[in-house]
């Protein structure tokens, strides 16, 4: 049984504020002790649990915010971009047999912590065929179409109820329970490294892989907060602007599907300017 760890940082134990995240601040360095805590639960719960082998996918900003060092020596840890399947990169990997959303947050124009999806504050929102998509939303059909269901995730109170629009047989555990975007109550390390290690050796048991997703088609719609960013998102064969500030654009597979999204949100970020977005 390998598991495949998708880490990300806005949901985990004691993050709040966008410094707590955003590589280089004092903040930050002090949080990556405590995601680093989240994910070597998540390890050991699912070693725990019958595990032979976990494979943690740094999902965060750079990619390079996990501390190595005090890393479970048990895991191995692909880290830095950019990667084919950017955010679940390994779930095409035929002995994956589960996947985990470790410190994951809701998505763009929604409640919760830091809440967005891809762009900190330039999309407001992302529809899949007309149901609002967050990232777990969006990296669970891509991990449904190599029959690898999603069995852990872990966040704030409302990531947990946004799992259950996509993975309602995963296993959920709220680090932390939503106030405002940029404010939670939050429970300590002890406590979260404990609920977390519990919960995954509990969801090592839904490891088990499903059949592939095929045949199946993905109309995606993003909303940008300005109209110069759904004009550079139009520039995306394949993309087409449907509105002042929304685009849409079909896939075949959720492979095509992430890639081409992972696109326009590139696009997008590179047409931003600093003051006035």
């Not at 082998?53 to 971009?81: F, K």
């Not at 048991?205 to 592939?212: D, G």
């Not at 109309?219 to 139009?234: C, G, K, P, S, T």
Request: net charge negative.
């Amino acid at each position: 049984m390998r598991i495949l760890i998708s880490a990300d940082m806005e949901g985990a134990t004691g993050v709040t504020w966008p410094d707590d995240c955003e590589p280089g601040n004092p903040a930050w360095q002090r949080c990556r002790t405590m995601f680093t805590s989240d994910v070597n639960a998540a390890i050991a719960g699912f070693l725990d649990g019958g595990a032979t082998s976990v494979l943690v996918n740094e999902a965060h900003a750079t990619m390079r915010n996990l501390l190595l060092e005090d890393l479970d020596p048990r895991a191995q840890l692909l880290t830095g971009r950019h990667k084919d399947l950017s955010m679940v990169e390994g779930v095409q990997h035929p002995d994956v047999t589960g996947v985990a959303f470790v410190g994951y947050h809701t998505g763009a124009g929604t409640e919760g912590v830091l809440a967005h999806t891809y762009l900190a504050n330039s999309i407001t929102g992302v529809w899949v065929d007309g149901v609002p998509a967050s990232e777990g939303y969006l990296n669970s059909l891509v991990a449904a179409q190599f029959g690898v269901p999603v069995t852990l995730v872990t966040g704030d109170d409302l990531t947990c109820e946004d799992a259950r629009t996509y993975a309602p047989s995963a296993v959920t555990v709220a680090v932390k329970d939503c106030v405002t975007r940029y404010a939670a109550v939050c429970r300590p390390p002890a406590v979260t490294s404990k609920l977390i290690r519990e919960a995954a050796e509990q969801a090592a048991a839904l490891a088990r892989r499903t059949e592939p997703v095929t045949g199946r088609t993905y109309r995606v719609e993003v909303e940008f907060d300005a109209a110069h960013l759904a004009a550079a998102a139009d520039l995306v064969p394949t993309v087409r602007r449907t509105d002042t500030r929304r685009v849409e654009f079909g896939a075949d597979t959720a492979y095509t599907m992430i890639r081409t999204f992972k696109t326009v949100t590139t696009v997008a970020a590179a047409a931003r300017e600093a003051d006035y977005g």
